[in-house]
């Protein structure tokens, strides 16, 4: 993408307010307008609770980070595992708490190029920890419970529903009407699902 290639674009940035600074700075560097509307609030679940959870699983010899939220509040929790993720953005949250990653996909950013590494192949008979929000895809936890591993996850943090305004979801819609919003981005599932929920039934037709 060349400088300059956003400029009059509108984008709408619903990644959690604390993660969208990166997003939000390359829209702005190519000459777009960065609309913010958080559809995702990050909570972290209460840290006793998560304690206790994972008294009750087995010594990990695979800890999998699924998000960098999990890195934040659930690093602790791999023990002294080897360390698993599935894209850059949780590598570097997990080097820039001191620790290494061992496993990360050749190519790729998500959970099917992670199941293509080598050292997720030969996992008979090994205790993998899957580190994660409160729910999320099934595909990694299947697969290597296929492959003969004992799979268990560890809910470290919820995704919440941000709460709006009327009037800040009208300035929103006014914005979207008047052609000042033209790209929205979403990045997962869930953030989609979220949006949905915020806008009106009369605002579908303009996601089509």
Do not use: C
């Not at 959690?16 to 990166?22: D, E, L, V």
């Not at 799979?151 to 919440?160: Q, W």
């Amino acid at each position: 993408m060349s400088r300059g290639s956003l400029a009059g674009v509108g984008v709408l940035v619903t990644r959690p307010i604390h993660q969208n600074s990166h997003l939000v700075s390359a829209i702005k560097k190519h000459g777009g307008n960065a609309v913010r509307f958080p559809t995702i609030e990050i909570r972290p679940r209460n840290a006793a609770t998560v304690i206790e959870d994972a008294y009750r699983l087995p010594t990990p010899d695979i800890a999998i980070f699924v998000s960098s939220n999990a890195v934040v509040h659930g690093l602790q929790h791999a023990e002294d595992a080897k360390i698993a993720v599935v894209g850059p953005a949780t590598a570097e949250a997990v080097k820039n708490a001191g620790r290494a990653v061992d496993i990360s996909p050749y190519e790729g950013f998500d959970s099917e190029h992670l199941l293509q590494t080598a050292e997720l192949f030969g996992v008979a008979g090994k205790h993998i920890r899957i580190i994660r929000g409160q729910d999320g895809r099934e595909l990694l936890a299947d697969t290597l419970r296929e492959r003969g591993a004992t799979v268990d996850y560890l809910s470290v943090y919820e995704r919440t529903l941000p709460l709006y305004r009327d009037d800040e979801v009208d300035a929103l819609l006014s914005d979207w009407e008047s052609g000042r919003v033209n790209v929205i981005t979403t990045m997962s599932v869930a953030s989609f699902d979220n949006l949905l929920a915020v806008l009106p039934e009369s605002a579908r037709p303009m996601l089509a």
